[in-house]
């Protein structure tokens, strides 16, 4: 099987994330800065032939899918499976917050401890790591020898990344995964393959002023 092409790219910029709160599967959609990263990621692929545009369900990764997927003449194609981590009774809430209320936990939380739920419903890393393997590679095997793009959340990625480089669940984290970056990987039988990571070159050569000038 000829090996299919992934562009993976985190939504744009919520409100909450401006706010470091905690949004799991909560469905909190773009701020005007997201609305410009998507946008801008629109730019940086302009000249990209890509198949097929796969996204989260929830609104903040949809509504930065959608205007690229207009631009290639293609619909977005909604995957529950791209959502993000649940973080049970958490979500809504700033670390600091669950911190100050539940230290133990959020200790349990800082620390990485694979099997370890939120509580009220929230997902361990091995679960999250199962669902998002599984996802990505029932989407990567529809479409061998051509590009796609899938825009997720930034669990996701960061389990993404994980799987490709061979790295645990509970490794520490030493790499970015900002609003907005486009990061490409290679499927094959072999498995994933990272190709580029976290390139925000399109963020950073215009500003958001300029778009709403």
Do not use: C
């Not at 801008?40 to 796969?54: F, G, M």
């Not at 791209?82 to 809430?93: I, N, P, Q, V, Y």
């Not at 020898?145 to 490794?171: F, K």
């Not at 393959?193 to 950073?204: F, I, K, M, P």
Request: net charge negative.
């Amino acid at each position: 099987m000829d090996p299919t092409r992934i562009i993976a790219i985190r939504h744009g910029e919520t409100p909450w994330n401006a706010d470091a709160r905690i949004q799991g599967q909560r469905d909190v959609d773009l701020n005007d800065i997201g609305r410009w990263q998507a946008q801008r990621v629109v730019h940086a692929l302009a000249e990209e032939p890509i198949t097929a545009v796969y996204s989260s369900d929830l609104s903040r990764a949809q509504s930065t899918a959608k205007p690229l997927a207009e631009t290639k003449g293609i619909p977005v194609i909604p995957h529950e499976g791209l959502r993000e981590r649940s973080f049970g009774k958490f979500e809504g809430m700033t670390f600091d917050e669950i911190h100050q209320e539940w230290p133990d936990l959020a200790q349990r939380w800082r620390s990485r401890v694979p099997d370890w739920q939120p509580p009220e419903g929230g997902e361990s890393l091995i679960e999250l790591r199962a669902r998002v393997t599984r996802t990505m590679e029932e989407l990567a095997r529809r479409h061998p020898g051509e590009q796609i793009v899938v825009v997720a959340h930034g669990g996701v990625l960061d389990t993404l990344y994980r799987v490709a480089t061979g790295q645990e669940v509970n490794s520490p984290r030493t790499w970015d995964l900002p609003n907005g970056a486009i990061n490409r990987l290679l499927w094959t039988e072999q498995g994933f393959t990272l190709v580029g990571w976290s390139d925000t070159q399109h963020l950073a050569d215009a500003t958001s002023d300029d778009a709403s000038a």
